[in-house]
DNA sequence: AACTCGTGGAC
DNA sequence: TGTCCAAGAGT
């Protein structure tokens, strides 16, 4: 197990046995569905699950792909059409962003996915990760994938700790780098292999070493478990939060189905103040479009 | 670089 | 309305 292969084989053979069968994983070969695009599938997937479970983002993924399976089918909808089927998904920024990336892509390159890094990542809501994952999963190119499941079981496979830093660093992402098996299909698939690994195993406070195919190898289990020591990612509060406010509000034109009265909108909190700077930054991100006579709604 | 951006389930 | 967590991005 000290030798990198092996780790390779253990890995890919735990995941071929283990892993979830979530559609946007569906190899080209066995894709099901001959209308949707492959690669915006896996782009609008990978947005969807960005600080967000696989069982809340799975039903909402296919029902976009019924309405809207090609990039260009997006663009050519409203983006409070994108924000309200979005549905409580969270960062609703998200979606509209999604809009913006499939006008991006329906005008700049003529309805097709870019399948290199660069392009990828400039457009927009596409960062780092995301842009490394459908490069990896829609393209196959051998690119490390690092997200927080990677970040988890390098820090305690490799590195001996129980949770990774608050930030990813340069070092995290040339471990992983270091760690890619050569082959651009099995760079893929170790990739997704790592990241189950970490969803399904190697979790954040119940890690299920018991079910561990790589336990004796583990350089945080060898050195006795120890506890976290460093910084951990603090927990954002919510209660009282504007963040809540905008969930409110957003909530009430979602589920209208036009123009609402800004008298609907004044129930969903009692300080005036913190409601009025709520509505200015939902307009302000586009998520709300203001209308005559107090009237607010989706963007169209 | 620290902060903000939703939401709901598991403890 | 407790704490922690979930395939991050943008500023």
Known sequence: MSDLSALHDTILTWYAAQARDLPWRRSPEAWPWPEVDRPWAVLVSEVMLQQTPVVRVEPVWHEWMRRWPTPAALAAAAPGDAVREWGRLGYPRRALRLHAAATAIAQEHGGVIPANLEDLQALPGIGTYTAAAVG?????????????????????????AEHPAPSLSAAETRLAEELLPAGDREAATWNVAVM???????????PQCERCPVLDACAWVLAGRPAHDGPRKRVQKWAGTDRQVRGKLLHVLRDASGPVPRSKLDVVW???AQRDRCLASLIEDGLVEPLARERFRLPA
């Open 136 to 160: 990896a999963f829609a393209f196959g190119i051998r690119s490390a994938v690092v997200d927080v499941n990677v970040r988890r079981v390098e820090a305690r496979l490799v590195t001996g």
């Open 270 to 272: 009692p300080d005036a």
């Open 196 to 206: 189950e690994l970490g969803a399904l195993v190697c979790k954040a406070k119940t």
